[in-house]
DNA sequence: TCCAAACGGATAAATTCGCTTCGTTTGAGG
DNA sequence: CCTCAAACGAAGCGAATTTATCCGTTTGGA
C-alpha cells in the first residue's frame, strides 16, 4: 500500500479553494483575472495551483464544467418540485446565485471539452423540460422560450452594483446590493408569468448560446485523474 | 485672425470617433480597456487621443460627462411624453441602449469631478418624478422604487452574451443578439407593470448607487475648454 | 524517526500598458 | 502654387503585470 498522502487532506482542501477563489475573482476582476489573485484569495501558494492544474486554461475548464454539473443539478432539483411554477423559480434563483456571473465572461476564451459540451446538451434537455412543463401548466408566458430564460438568467447574474463593492471591500454594502438585486430578480420573474402583452420580434434561435458551447477549436484537453 | 485651423474639421471628426469607440471598447474590454485599443477602434494615432485628453482617466471622465447628459436628456424626454408609462419605458429603454454598459465597469476606478456629480444629482431628481409619475397614474407597480428601476437599467446595460460576439466578431450573430435582448427587457418591464405580489425584502437605499458618484477622492479634475 | 508528498514564495521570461517623441501629411491664407 | 502651423500616425521607452518554474521548507502517516 504505502506512502501514498502524506498531506492528501490539506491538498483536497485547497483544491476547493482555488476553485471557490477562482469563481470569485473571475466574478470581480472579469476574465483576465490573475493566477496571483487567485491562489492569493484561496490563501495558497502559486505552485499549489499549477501543481493541480498544467495552466489556467485548465483550472478555468475545470470550473466551467463544474458550473454546468451545478446547473444540470439545480434543473433536477426544479423537477422534482411539484409546483411547476416553483421549480422553475427556484431554478433560476439557484443560477444566478452560484454563477454569480462568473462564466459569461469566460465565454470564448478558453477551449471547450467534449465533457463540457455533453453536459452543456444535457443541462439544456433538463431546462427544456422545465420550461415545457411550466408551460403546459400554464404559470409560465406562452411566448417566453427556454432561451429567453437562459439569457434572462445570464443577465441578472452579472451585476455590476456588486462586483464594484466587491471590488472596493465595502462589505457594509454588498448586502443590502444584494437584497435589491434580490428584488430585481423578483421583478423579472413576475414579467414571466402569464397576462402580459405578447412579446415582439422572434423567438432567439437556441443556437445562440449553444454555439458558445459547441465550439470546440482545437481537440478537446481532458482533465487528469484526481482523487 | 490668422491661420487657427488648418485641419481643424478632421480634429472635431477624431475626437468623436474616440468617444465612440471608448464607449464601445469600455463595454467589450471592461475597466481594463487600454488607450491602444480604444485609438485602433476610433481608427486614429495614439498621439490624436493624448492631444486632447491630458491622460486615460480624462477621457473616460469626459466619457462619463456626456452619458450622464444622455441620461438626463432621455428623461427630460420621458416627462415629455404623454402617457406616463409610455415615457418611463422608453426612458428605460434609451438608457440600456446608449449606456450600453459601459459606465458600469468604470464605477470607482476614476475620480468622479463636480460637475459629474451636479448631473448626477440632476438625472436622479428628474428620474424621480418619472416615477412619481408613473406611480400616481397607477401605471407602476407601487412598491417599485426609483432604485428598482435604476438597477434594473444597469443590470440589462450590460449584456455578456453581446459582448462576447463583440470580441469575437461575429458580426453575424448580433443582430440575432441583440434582438432577444430587447425580449429579455420587455420580459422586466412587464414585471415592472401593477397587479403583482409585494416585492419581498425593503426596498433599497438611493445612498446605494449616489454613492458611486458623490464619492470625490481628490479635488475635482476639469476638463479644458474645447471648441 | 523517516521521507515522499505537498507546501509557499522568489524569480525568470515574456507581455502589456500608459505615455512621449518625432518625422510626415494636410489644407487654408497669401 | 507655395508656405507653415496644426494635426497626424506610429515606433519606442520604462514601469508594471502575468504566466509558469524552481527550490528550499514543512508535514504527517508508516
Redesign the pocket.
Known sequence: ???????????E???HALLEAAKKVLAV?GA??????I??RA??????????Y????ELFQHLCALSLDQWIRAAERGLQHDDPWEGLAHYIDACIEFSGGALGPLAGTIAVTDEMAAKFTRSEELMRDLVARAHAAGVLRPDATAMDISLLIEQLGKSPLIEQLDRQDRTDLIDAARNARKRTIAIALDGLRPGHPQLSGTAPSPALLAERWEHAPRGSTRLPERS
Do not use: Q
Open positions: 500500500m504505502a506512502r501514498k498522502a502524506p498531506r492528501h487532506a490539506e491538498a482542501r485547497n483544491d476582476d483576465h483575472a490573475s493566477v496571483a489573485t491562489a492569493a490563501g495558497v501558494g502559486i505552485a499549489s495551483l499549477y501543481r493541480r498544467r495552466s489556467k486554461d
